[in-house]
């Protein structure tokens, strides 16, 4: 089984800084996605970046980029620039690569990010 | 815009009371989830179902069961509601096939069970 570890459960950054956001995982698989998600106050949650296990490249999306690091299973998440929308809830998540199969998503237990104006 | 639509955001039950959980995609996904929100705790899978009139256990399954009679509509059910059922429930879903893995969510049940 997949294990997703987040072992910060809050952060604080200040606005216009830059914070990282750390994620390991425990997996034998060797095809597979990470991702980040942020859930706001609103709790709505939204895909923030995506990280295919395959690709060496580090996935980046705007503001926000990943430091993947597949021999040590960690998948931490930078972002620059903080601003106050990114006051949130951010959790790392884990899926298996089944070729001609469905799969799930394994969460960690999330980290609250505080962007301080 | 896709979009996730959970048929409640507060729910206040009594104990021991059948529950119904709606929640409808309109994205024509074949996956749809039921996961469980708690504090410090995350997100933990209940069931999953892959489609019509199929379902599979998730971590979590106790005290729950699901229903999926139409491709967008997943229901959770709680057959009797207990106190340690007070949680905040997601649901998702997300389409077959490799380049489309990311899961959408809806906006989330706050249910209180008194």
Known sequence: AQTVTQSQPEMSVQEAETVTLSCTYDTSENNYYLFWYKQPPSRQMILVIRQ????????????????????????????????????????????KHIPGAN???TFGKGITLSVRP | ?????????????????????????????????????????????????YDVKMKEKGDIP???????????????ILESASTNQTSMYLCASSSFGQM??????????RLTVV
């Not at chain 1, 299973?73 to 899926?95: E, H, R, V």
């Not at chain 2, 021991?16 to 933990?44: A, I, S, T």
């Not at chain 2, 489309?100 to 049940?109: I, M, R, S, Y």
């Open chain 2, 1 to 49: 815009d896709v979009k996730v639509t959970q048929s409640s955001r507060y729910l206040v039950k009594r104990t021991g009371e059948k529950v119904f959980l709606e929640c409808v995609q309109d994205m024509d996904h074949e996956n749809m989830f039921w996961y469980r929100q708690d504090p410090g705790l995350g997100l933990r899978l209940i069931y999953f179902s």
């Open chain 2, 100 to 109: 489309n893995t990311e899961a959408f969510f809806g906006q989330g049940t």
């Open chain 1, 52 to 95: 295919e296990a395959y690709k060496q490249q580090n996935a980046t999306e705007n503001r926000f980029s990943v430091n993947f690091q597949k021999a040590a299973k960690s998948f931490s998440l930078k972002i620059s620039d903080s601003q106050l929308g990114d006051t949130a809830m951010y959790f790392c998540a884990f899926m």
């Open chain 1, 103 to 105: 799969s799930k998503l």
């Open chain 2, 62 to 76: 106790e005290g729950y069961s699901v229903s999926r009679e139409k491709k967008e509509r997943f229901s959770l």
